[in-house]
T-cell receptor
Framework: EAQVTQNPRYLITVTGKKLTVTCSQNMNHEYMSWYRQDPGLGLRQIYYSMNVEVTDKGDVPEGYKVSRKEKRNFPLILESPSPNQTSLYFC????????????FGDGTRLSIL | KQEVTQIPAALSVPEGENLVLNCSFTDSAIYNLQWFRQDPGKGLTSLLLIQSSQREQTSGRLNASLDKSSGRSTLYIAASQPGDSATYLCAVRRNNRLAFGKGNQVVVIP
C-alpha cells in the first residue's frame, strides 16, 4: 500500500531534549516536505526536499533541521525543543511535476513541556 | 508572500443540500491548487488537484473550479451526507512551496 509513515504518532517530552520525528514513503517520490499545524494559524511549511541531499527552508524553519540521505526518508530534527514547538506535524511527499498531488502522513502530535 | 483565505471558517448544512466552499489566494502565479479533507485527529486526504491551466476537476460528487486570474477556487459537494462532515483545506503550490488556507469546518446535519 502506498503510504507516508511518520513516527512517533504522539510524543510528550521536555524542553531541550533532542528529538527526531521520522518520515518514510514507499512511493519513490522525489519531493518531501514537513508542515506544522497550529490552531488559528493553519498548516505552515517548515522544510522541503526536492531530492536526495537537496533541502530548503519553508516559511517557519527556525528551530528545526532536516536531512535527506536516502530518497525514502526525510527526518525532522528538533535539536533543542521549546514549548512553542508544541504542535501537530505532518510529512508529505509527491512525485516531481506540477500535476502531482501531495500525499500526507497521519501526523505526529508533539507536546514539549 | 502567498495568502490563502477560506471563508466561512465553519458551516452547518442539512443532509442533502449542496455544499459550496470557497478559497481565495493573492498570487495568481501558481502551479496548481489542491483540495484536501481532514478528519479530526487524522492526516490530510487529497480530494482534487487542479493544474493552473485547468478550469475544473470532477470526482464523483465533488467538483472543483479554478479561476486563476481572479485568485479563486470553489469546491462543490453535491447532495451532502453526514459522512462529508470534516474540515476542507485548499492549498496552492508555486515553485516548491505550498501555502494552505485555514480550512472550512463542515457539519452535515442528518
Amino acid at each position: 500500500e502506498a503510504q507516508v509513515t511518520q513516527n512517533p504518532r504522539y510524543l510528550i517530552t521536555v524542553t531541550g531534549k533532542k528529538l527526531t520525528v521520522t518520515c518514510s514513503q514507499n512511493m519513490n517520490h522525489e519531493y518531501m516536505s514537513w508542515y506544522r499545524q497550529d490552531p488559528g494559524l493553519g498548516l505552515r511549511q517548515i522544510y522541503y526536499s526536492m531530492n536526495v541531499e537537496v533541502t530548503d527552508k519553508g516559511d517557519v524553519p527556525e528551530g528545526y533541521k532536516v536531512s535527506r540521505k536516502e530518497k525514502r526518508n526525510f527526518p525532522l530534527i528538533l535539536e533543542s525543543p521549546s514549548p512553542n514547538q508544541t504542535s501537530l506535524y505532518f510529512c508529505a511527499s509527491s512525485s516531481q511535476g506540477t500535476n502531482q498531488p501531495q500525499h500526507f502522513g497521519d501526523g505526529t502530535r508533539l507536546s514539549i513541556l | 508572500k502567498q495568502e490563502v483565505t477560506q471563508i466561512p471558517a465553519a458551516l452547518s448544512v442539512p443532509e442533502g443540500e449542496n455544499l459550496v466552499l470557497n478559497c481565495s489566494f493573492t498570487d495568481s502565479a501558481i502551479y496548481n491548487l489542491q483540495w484536501f479533507r481532514q478528519d479530526p485527529g487524522k492526516g490530510l486526504t487529497s480530494l482534487l488537484l487542479i493544474q493552473s491551466s485547468q478550469r475544473e476537476q470532477t470526482s464523483g460528487r465533488l467538483n472543483a473550479s479554478l479561476d486563476k486570474s481572479s485568485g479563486r477556487s470553489t469546491l462543490y459537494i453535491a447532495a451532502s451526507q453526514p459522512g462529508d462532515s470534516a474540515t476542507y483545506l485548499c492549498a496552492v503550490r508555486r515553485n516548491n512551496r505550498l501555502a494552505f488556507g485555514k480550512g472550512n469546518q463542515v457539519v452535515v446535519i442528518p
